[in-house]
Every structure is written in C-alpha cells, then in structure tokens.
C-alpha cells in the first residue's frame, strides 16, 4: 500500500514569516494530493489540493507544489499569522474516475506562529 | 448546507462493550469513510462505503465494522472493547462524483474505554 511521510513534525515561525511542509509518498499510481488543517479539539478541515495533473495550485496565503517524478508535494504558508497555528495533514489518494478511495495520511506537523 | 454529522461527540465504555456510531453526511453525498486518530498512530483508515456497499477496508480487526444505508447514513460498530479501541473516530463524506472527490470530516466521537 500507500506510505506517506511528512516533515517536520513541528515547526514554529515568527509572525508573517513564510512555513513549508513537505511530504513524500511511495505509490506512483497516486494522483492526488489533499492538505487538512486541525486546530485543537477540532475536525480536519480541507485546505487545499493537487491533483496529479498540475505542478501548482495557490489559494491567497496558502500553496501546494507537486513533483510526480520526485513523488513528493509540499505546502506553502506565507505571511503566517497566529490563527494558522494548527496540526496539518497531507495525504495521498488514487482515485479512480470519480471514486476518492481510501486517503493515506502523513504524521501530521504541528505548526505554531508566534505573535 | 450542514456539514457531516457524527452522534455522540462523547462516549464513555468499559472493556468488553460494544459501541455504535453514527454519520450523517453532507447532503448528496454518497461515499462515507471512517478514520481512527490517535496520538500514537495518527489518522488510520477503517473502511469506505458507497451506496450501502463496502469499498475499502483497512487493517483492522473483525470486531470493527460497519454499514451504510439507503440515504448515504453509516454507522460504524466495535464489539468486544478494548482500552486500546479508545480515540477519535471520524467520519468523511465525498460526493464521489466526476471532478468532486473531496472528502469532508466530521468533528468525530471520541471514545474513552476504561
């Protein structure tokens, strides 16, 4: 099956700094590649995703690069503020047509902003 | 919209119980997922169903199963309780429709077994 790993497993950064978390997966069949944020005694909430067929996706603050030969895919924070300090996930899926499947999760990275 | 529905948020059990869960997922949607989280093992896959069929299942044990009814509704049952069972259990939905395969939680039922 899928294994996906993901670094660090915390990371802190000052106030409008920029924060990246990579993930690498070992499964070339997957093709795509969602990122949840969890904020303490919260649900898991999509943030962003990448399917296999695009490099980079960006939502304002927030990115995600894919490289499908390296099978890794990172996530881009910029101008980080307090309220992005959270657990974040990223995971791998091979869907199939319009069947998701099964997700396969990284450890997780506890990101902190300090004020 | 209302967004997935996990009941109870909280429960409590003693070894050797059993325990059901229930989701409700987002309206139109059809494929539900279940995920345990905990701090050791992180977010594990349990099973995935999709109209009232099992699709996937994960490596856990056979007291661990499930259901999906005819209105996308699932619930999940644990026999047989251990300590180790205790978690947050949590529910995904998908639309699982071309070009919509985002999955969506709940806030999860965290089980305690003392």
């Known amino acids: 099956g899928e294994n996906v790993e993901q670094h660090p497993s915390t990371l802190s950064v000052q106030e409008g700094d920029s924060a990246v978390i990579k993930c690498t997966y070992s499964d070339s069949a997957s093709n795509y590649f969602p990122w949840y944020k969890q904020e303490l005694g919260k649900r898991p909430q999509l943030i962003i995703d990448i399917r296999s067929n695009v490099g980079e996706k960006k939502d304002q603050r927030i990115a995600v690069t894919l490289n499908k030969t390296a099978k890794h895919f990172s996530l881009h924070i910029t101008e980080t503020q307090p309220e992005d300090s959270a657990v974040y996930f990223c995971a791998a899926s091979s869907y199939r047509g319009s069947t998701l499947g099964r997700l396969y999760f990284g450890r997780g990275t506890q990101l902190t902003v300090w004020p | 919209k209302a967004g997935v529905t996990q009941t109870p948020r909280y429960l409590i059990k003693t070894r050797g119980q059993q325990v059901t869960l229930s989701c409700s997922p987002i309206?139109?949607?059809?494929?539900v997922s279940w995920y345990q989280q905990t701090p050791g093992q992180g977010l594990q896959f349990l099973f995935e169903y999709f109209s009232e069929t099992q699709r996937n299942k994960g490596n856990f044990p056979g007291r661990f199963s499930g259901r999906q009814f005819s209105n996308s509704r699932s619930e999940m049952n644990v026999s047989t309780l251990e300590l180790g069972d205790s978690a947050l259990y949590l529910c995904?939905?998908?639309?699982?429709?071309?070009?919509?395969?985002?999955?969506?939680f709940g806030q999860g039922t965290r089980l305690t077994v003392v």
């Open positions: 309206s139109g949607h059809r494929s």
């Open positions: 995904a939905s998908s639309p699982d429709t071309t070009g919509r395969t985002e999955a969506f």
